[in-house]
């Protein structure tokens, strides 16, 4: 199955500051998907991004506090604005694998905001 | 809306023994499941689905699914349970309409020499 690359594995923020988190397909994906999951929960969808339009946020998930941008069909990032602790979480990039159509996952960003 | 539900958070087991993992489902038509794994440090790995068919679904690592329509359930099994397998086990269920999955609350399988 495809490979999902993120960048950074991990990372510590200071409160206000913004983190561009990128993540690399190794082969082309009509859609991806950014979930973030906060310490001891489950997943939550942010949005799903497709190539060439905006992307599409959940409830509660807005564009202003989770910017996502899209160039082409194996790349993606995500940006959390102006942190706060409560956005220290894994966040996970994800796509469909076009063979099982299966979601497969990046092994996730682990930020911290102090 | 589509949900499922984990009701363990966590489930222990010796090395050997059999392990069952729960999961019930509530969805408007035909349910379409998955479970996925997450070791520490790790993203998410598939292990398997139930979308139609046999209502055994076999998949990685040598564990498998029962899909029961009548309990509304899809619990995770595995015959002989390995230390290798403790991890953290999501359930989730695709909801057709918006082409998403939503997640349970994940139980942590610890297995233990």
């Known amino acids: 199955s495809a490979v999902i690359s993120q960048k950074p594995s991990r990372d510590i923020c200071q409160r206000g500051t913004s983190l561009t988190i990128q993540c690399q397909v190794d082969?082309?994906?009509?859609?991806m998907f950014w979930y973030r999951q906060q310490p001891g929960q489950s997943l939550t969808l942010i949005a799903t991004a497709n190539q060439g339009s905006e992307a599409t946020y959940e409830s509660g998930f807005v564009i202003d506090k989770f910017p996502i941008s899209r160039p082409n069909l194996t790349f993606s990032t995500l940006t959390v604005s102006n942190m706060s602790p409560e956005d220290s979480s894994i966040y996970l990039c994800?796509?469909?694998?076009?063979?099982?159509?299966?979601?497969?996952f990046g092994e996730g960003s682990r930020l911290t905001v102090l | 809306a589509q949900s499922v539900a984990q009701p363990e958070d966590q489930v222990n087991v010796a090395e050997g023994n059999p392990l069952t993992v729960k999961c019930t489902y509530s969805?408007?038509?035909?349910?379409?499941l998955f479970w996925y794994v997450q070791y520490p440090n790790r993203g998410l790995q598939f292990l398997l689905k139930?979308?139609?068919?046999?209502?055994l679904v076999k998949g990685s690592y040598g564990f498998e699914a029962e899909f029961n329509k009548s309990q509304t359930s899809f619990h995770l099994k595995k015959p002989s349970a390995l230390v290798s397998d403790s991890a953290l086990y999501f359930c989730?269920?695709?909801?057709?309409?918006?082409?998403?999955?939503?997640f349970g609350t994940g139980t942590r399988l610890q297995v233990f020499p």
């Open positions: 139930y979308i139609t068919g046999d209502n």
């Open positions: 969805v408007s038509g035909n349910p379409y």
């Open positions: 989730a269920v695709r909801d057709p309409k918006a082409d998403k999955l939503i």
């Open positions: 082969s082309q994906v009509t859609m």
């Open positions: 994800s796509s469909r694998d076009r063979n099982t159509g299966e979601l497969f």
